[in-house]
């Protein structure tokens, strides 16, 4: 067995915020590979997420963003499951995170579920228009609508969109993650988003 160095349990630390004892246990998982271990972290936090997902969350923090030049502003609400993990430096970091995102990217909803079903059939028709219009053949159209429907959901959906601090994790990722290390459920309730002058 590989032993696991104190040096090697702070640095994987650092580098996931997951707690000294989780570290240690994926580092001798992985026989003291860092990035396996960093992989085996994340896939343990979204179990856990999962787990805790059908809980109560009725705590949390309404945030406001105003980005410099004041010509964006963001209100979020995020709830937890209670309000010592709301006045956490690790949840406040995650609302402010989620409220930069939002200014960011301009996400429409939270997550696919809350795409109204005809918004989605009216962009599968215009996909399915483009496909046709690039001469595509009828058989592979479908096939192209969906994928082309998947990034549609990567560019409105928050949770769906890469992370603007990290683009190789998704929101969602990260969203586990701090579940993980707080283990309460965390939602992101509603959000919106205010830039000048675009309803003019």
């Known amino acids: 067995m ?11 630390r650092d580098k996931t915020g997951v707690g000294m004892m989780d570290c240690k246990k994926a580092l001798a998982e992985t026989g003291g590979d860092m990035e396996k271990a960093v992989i085996y972290l994340r896939e343990k936090g979204l179990a856990e997420a999962a787990k805790r997902s059908g809980r ?6 309404v945030s406001a963003y105003i980005h410099p ?5 963001v209100l979020v609400e995020v709830n937890c499951e209670t309000d ?3 006045k956490t430096e690790d ?4 609302v402010h995170d989620l409220a930069l995102q939002i200014a960011a990217s301009r996400p429409q909803y939270i997550s696919q579920d809350d795409v109204p079903a005809e918004v989605i059939t009216q962009e599968k028709e215009i996909l399915r228009v ?20 998947q990034k549609f959901f990567k560019d409105a959906c928050l949770l ?3 992370f603007v601090k990290n683009p190789d994790v998704t929101v969602q990722n990260v969203l586990h993650e701090v579940v993980a290390r707080v283990g309460e459920n965390i939602v992101v309730r509603r959000f919106s988003r205010y830039e000048l002058g675009e309803s003019i």
């Open 2 to 12: 590989v032993e696991i160095s104190a040096k090697l349990v702070k640095e994987l």
């Open 130 to 149: 483009q496909a046709l219009n690039e001469g595509k053949p009828e058989k592979v159209v479908e096939k192209m609508v969906e994928g082309r429907l």
């Open 160 to 162: 769906e969109q890469p």
């Open 84 to 86: 010592f993990v709301a």
């Open 56 to 61: 109560v969350a009725s705590e949390g923090l």
């Open 91 to 94: 949840f406040k970091n995650l």
């Open 69 to 73: 030049g004041n010509r964006i502003g």
